[in-house]
């Protein structure tokens, strides 16, 4: 049952992408409701798919690819939902609502089910706090990632004194550098948490607070180059399209850490068949 919601909510968020850019492209409104509430019932019905399969595993879904895509897939939308009813951008819309269906569609290509028994490491009560605070802080960055980029066309727009209707539509360069500078602390707690919770969940699972497993290593390298970016912002006063072109670069690590790691290295956290011997994160 679950997986027809879950098809559902991709449908709606594919449909929703299509929406927004149409509505880019053609419209000269400057809100565009039909595709945020396409979000938000592809919201709904993701909601209700991961309820469901919460409930028909006993635990929280995140033992597996499938459910760490579904996640942070959902985490996206739950930010940009709450960002809408601020301030209804529909340039956010059509960031958000592509990359949540690229989450989903992805997803789709791993098993949901998970094809061994598992293992008793992933039964602990660390499972939901670790994933979820790397999960949480991989949503801020994709949010950031996305005022990054806005941030650097905006300028770019200006620069060329091309004051049309993308210019109009668009957040100011201030809101968007605000928004930035907001979100990372916030993003930037989170994945600390997430490190020192995963570190302390190997310590009761294998004795060892880290292993210097590919995921681990890649994890701190993210952290680092994230750390560097609050002294930036802080210390150094840094802001405007530095910044943007950082949360991009971060956001690439992100993926790569979340994603690519998993599926070019082997290590504690490397995919096995449809499942994993450990979560994604």
């Known amino acids: 049952m679950h997986l027809i919601f879950f098809k559902v909510a991709a449908i709606f968020y594919l449909i929703s992408s ?28 993701h909601t209700i798919s991961i309820v469901h399969l919460f409930i028909a595993q006993g635990f929280l879904p995140m033992a597996t690819a499938f459910d760490a895509l579904s996640l942070f897939a959902w985490l996206v939308v739950a930010i940009f939902t709450v960002l809408q009813f601020r301030d209804p951008n529909p340039v956010l819309g059509a960031m958000a609502a592509p990359i949540a269906a690229v989450l989903m569609l992805t997803a789709s290509t791993f098993s ?12 602990s009560w660390w499972l939901p706090i670790h994933v979820s605070f790397a999960l949480a ?10 005022a990054g980029a806005m941030y650097i066309f905006q300028e770019r727009l200006i620069k060329r004194k091309k004051i049309g209707r993308f210019h109009r539509i668009l957040p100011s360069l201030e809101t968007l550098d605000t928004l930035n500078r907001r979100a990372l602390p916030i993003g930037f707690f989170f994945l600390t948490l997430g490190i020192i919770s995963g570190a302390l969940w190997a310590s009761s699972a294998w004795g060892s607070y880290w292993n210097w497993d590919p995921k681990e290593t890649w994890s701190l390298i993210t952290w680092f180059a994230y750390a560097a970016m609050v002294h930036q912002r802080l210390a150094l006063g840094w802001r405007g399209k530095k910044a943007a072109m950082l949360a991009l670069v971060g956001f690439v690590l992100v993926m790569f850490t979340f994603v690519g790691v998993s599926l ?6 490397s995919f096995v068949g449809g499942s994993m011997r450990t979560p994604l994160i």
């Open 137 to 146: 802080g991989n949503a801020v960055f994709t949010i950031m990632a996305m």
């Open 112 to 123: 949901y089910q998970i094809t061994q028994p598992i293992v008793p490491v992933l039964r």
């Open 18 to 45: 299509v929406i927004y850019v149409t509505f880019l492209l053609r419209s000269k409104g400057t809100r565009c409701l039909s595709g945020f509430w396409f979000v938000i019932g592809g919201f709904l019905a």
């Open 264 to 269: 070019l290295f082997s290590g504690h956290h």
